[in-house]
């Protein structure tokens, strides 16, 4: 079990893990989630160290993502001194309306409030390489089958990450890049603490 550590931003990590399909975002959010909910659980009786959030439920690059993004900007604040993880946010919203619907959005508003409650984006990359990605895929459609419905080539999944790339490039919050080409990969982890200046273990 990780060590309790007594800290001044104690339970204050805000953090958008961002990134294309099939990177190794889970499993990246599993190894934060694990630590920092350990460490800052209150009393062992719910697991409130640590809050995640999967917000991609099928609302991205769809009409309903602002009024979405909105409401989870909302429940940031309502958990401003909590450590709380998204599971994508704003960036895949601004890549989905472009990949799927052809339109561009606009989230500066929303980032100014992402910026008052010290929020920071985890961008998650891989290699392009058209072999690892059907490996990735084969490995999905394994654990989820129904994945099938929504597949695209490797070559998509690549472009998909380029857009990601530009996208990070004009945020206004701290990003940090981690490569997860190979998985499991524990110095991602490690460079995630040092970036939000939290001890790893």
Known sequence: MPKK?????????HLLFEGPE????SWLMSQVYDVLEARYNAGRVVLDGCHWFNSDVGVFGTEH??????????MLKEL?????????????????????????????????????????????VIKEDEQELAKRIADRLKLYPHYERILQKPSWYI???????????????????????KLPNQSAV???????????L
């Open 5 to 13: 550590i007594i800290a001044k931003n104690r339970g204050r990590h």
């Open 190 to 200: 490690r460079e995630i603490f040092k970036f939000i200046n939290e001890p790893y």
């Open 80 to 124: 401003k001194n909590k450590n709380v993880l998204f599971e994508k946010f704003h960036l895949s919203d601004i890549v989905y309306q472009r990949l799927h619907r052809r339109q561009e959005v606009n989230y500066r508003a929303l980032e100014k409030k992402l910026v008052a409650l010290n929020t920071k984006i985890i961008l998650c």
């Open 65 to 74: 993502s602002h009024f979405c993004l909105n409401r989870y900007a909302e």
């Open 22 to 25: 099939l990177v190794g975002k």
């Open 159 to 181: 472009n998909q990450q380029r857009e990601y790339l530009k996208e990070a490039a004009k945020t206004t919050l701290p990003v940090l890049r981690v490569d997860l080409t």
